[in-house]
Each structure stands twice: as C-alpha cells, then as structure tokens.
C-alpha cells in the first residue's frame, strides 16, 4: 500500500528555518505529482507547494512564494520543503501529498486532487 511519511517538524524560533522530508513508499510507478499543505485546528487545509515528479515542475501557494522550496530526490523517493524566514503563522501541521495520476488542469494545487496523504507533522514557530 502506498504510504507517505513525514518529518523533520519541530520548534523553530521567528525568522528561523526549517526543512520538511516526505518519504514515498509502495507505490509501483512514479507518481504525477506530490504537494505539500498545512492546517490549523478549525482551518481549512491550505495549499504550499507542489512538484511535478517527471519534470521537476513547481508551483507554489501564496504564503509560500519566495519562502518555501519544494525539491525531489527520485532516488531516495523523497519529497523536500525547505522553510525560510517563518513567522509565528507558519504554526501549522504540514501534510504532504501524493496524486498518483496525471491532472487535466495541471499541477494540482486543491486538497480533493490528491489521493494519498501522510500523517502530517507539527511546526511551531514561537520564541
């Protein structure tokens, strides 16, 4: 069964940064695309970024432009979200995302177009 494992969450001081890893595994082909998102208790689930798998193409959500980075190691089946300059509303559980076949409008950017989640990790961005 296809399973995604995140990590690398934790405590980070103001203006501090922090990287994300997602870890693939049981799935028999390359998937299309894997994102990451956040929520906040009582919050809608909100998009961050996502990555094409083939091609290495990005895209990212409002909060995350010129902030975040999504990266992939296809080797190691993993998925990166490096995190610059995070504020205390970056607190937030992170989930990364997997849509295992190709989406007519693109990259993916909603929540209903991913089929396979993780269990999602916790950043706290407090002093």
């Known amino acids: 069964q296809v399973q995604l494992v995140e990590s690398g969450g934790g405590l980070v001081q103001p203006g501090g940064s922090l990287t994300l890893s997602c870890t693939i595994s049981?799935?028999?082909?390359?998937?299309?695309?894997v994102g990451w998102f956040r929520q906040v208790p009582g919050h809608e689930r909100e998009f961050a970024a996502t990555?094409?798998?083939?091609?290495?193409?990005?895209y990212y959500g409002k909060f995350a432009n010129n902030r975040f980075t999504i990266s992939r190691d296809v080797d190691k089946n993993t998925v990166f979200l490096q995190m610059t300059g995070l504020n205390p509303e970056d607190t937030a559980i992170y989930y990364c995302?997997?849509?295992?076949?190709?989406?007519?409008?693109?990259?993916?950017?909603?929540?209903?177009?991913?089929?396979?989640w993780g269990q999602g990790t916790q950043v706290t961005v407090s002093s």
């Open positions: 995302a997997l849509r295992s076949s190709e989406n007519p409008g693109g990259l993916p950017v909603a929540p209903r177009s991913y089929n396979y």
């Open positions: 049981g799935l028999a082909y390359s998937p299309y695309a």
């Open positions: 990555i094409r798998w083939s091609y290495g193409t990005t």
